[in-house]
């Protein structure tokens, strides 16, 4: 079955019934792994609240709405929407894990250094993405 979007406002809803549960689903599994990445400091909220979002905007205006406006993680993510900035607290929390990882997997996992190398062109191109976003509001031009 084809899937046709549903145009509101500013949000296209999709209107294949499944589909539309399946990123309901998503959207949930994402804000709760979030949640969850708040407490554990090794894993990241941040993105799997994008991914929240994303999900939320294609199958739920109202779950969409609620967290785009939540207190707490609404203006980070309106930031992401609006400028593609990332907190200052952001960038360098991500880049100390970035590093601790980085550390951790050449130290006590790898046993060659093919390893080692694919991870850091991968987390050098993460941490390049990173740090090259803007931080601010002053800082977007």
């Known amino acids: 079955m084809a ?9 296209r809803v999709l209107a294949c019934t499944s589909a539309r549960y399946g990123l309901l689903a998503l959207g949930i599994v994402s804000v709760g792994l979030a949640i969850a990445g708040a407490f554990l400091p090794v ?10 979002l994303w999900a939320f905007s294609k199958s739920s205006l109202r779950a969409h709405s609620w967290l785009y406006n939540h207190p707490k993680y609404g203006p980070t993510l309106q930031d992401w929407h609006r400028h593609r900035a ?4 952001a960038k360098l929390l991500a880049t100390v894990m970035i590093l601790l990882s980085f550390g951790y997997v050449t130290v006590f996992v790898a046993t060659s250094w093919m390893l080692p190398a694919v991870l850091g062109a991968i987390l050098s191109a993460v941490l390049l993405f990173i740090l090259t976003r803007p931080h601010n509001l002053n800082d977007i031009a």
């Open 43 to 52: 894993m990241p909220s941040t993105i799997f609240f994008l991914i929240a």
């Open 86 to 89: 990332i907190p200052v607290k």
């Open 3 to 11: 899937e046709r979007q549903v145009e509101t406002s500013e949000e």
